[in-house]
């Protein structure tokens, strides 16, 4: 595990490229009109708020030195990244479907990733000003009202003086409640909900897009995740640690084997996350 003192450098660079991301979706939101949608190799959307916010998070941790493994980068082939010891997994626009959608859940995810498991992680929601963090065995937080800002330069102590811990006692409810992906459901996702009826009755279905889904589960405000559609690792390292130091976890479904980072292929089995 990399030293304290280069935590407290990394956190705030780590916070603020997410809070600077944050800034740029938020002015491309504001005006649909130039969204400058077009479809990439694998037929998933991208917009210019993907592209700003992905040059804004490389431009901010470039000073780290640190290699950045970025959905909306160049690919990074496996020969190249295999040996990293430390690297950042971004996703500068998690849920562009939803962006596009104009439904608000959209996330900026930045995973500090070390011999491939991350042990310090930020998911940023810009719409509602909610920042997420995790550092592995430390604990996971919630800091409210970090509006986006393009200067972002938030310190290491300014960060810790604002976070609350997870889950959050207040987020406390009597129903299960079961998230699912606004956009992405199967008939599998369906049957695996028929399945938990027979334990639950009566579950509340919870509609979140992107990695939201797993702060939520940190906050407690739901208590299970399935999904049942190919995501990548970008997608869910940062979520994954957040809900994990919540005293969550994340299992590849149906095999229950722990979810693996810097794969060859950056694809995800399907999971089930549970608080």
Known sequence: MIEQSIREYLLPEQFNAAVRAGAAIMKIYKNSDDYDI?????????????????????ES?????????????????YDERRNWEL???????????????????????????ENNICISAVVYVPYH???????RGHGAWLICDVAPDDEAAYTYEQIHTAMQP???????????????SRSHQTPETHEHIEKLRNDHPDLEIIEQGSSYKFCLLAEGAVDYY????????????AGELILCEAGGSTRAYPTDAPLSYNKEVLDNPWFVARR
């Open 129 to 135: 000003h909610k920042m997420y963090i995790a550092e």
């Open 87 to 113: 690297f950042w997994l971004v996703d500068p626009l998690d849920g562009t479907v939803e962006f596009i959608k104009g439904n608000n859940e959209f996330t900026v995810n930045i995973a500090l990733m």
């Open 226 to 237: 399935i999904r049942t559609t190919t995501t990548s690792e970008w997608d869910t390292a």
């Open 61 to 77: 941790l470039g000073r780290t030195r640190i290699p950045i493994l970025s959905e909306e980068g160049r690919e990074m082939l």
């Open 38 to 58: 077009s479809l990439k190799s694998d037929h998933t959307p991208i917009t210019i708020a993907d592209r700003l916010a992905h040059n804004t998070i490389k």
């Open 166 to 180: 997870l889950p959050l006692k207040e987020a406390e409810h009597s129903r299960f409640r079961v998230a699912v």
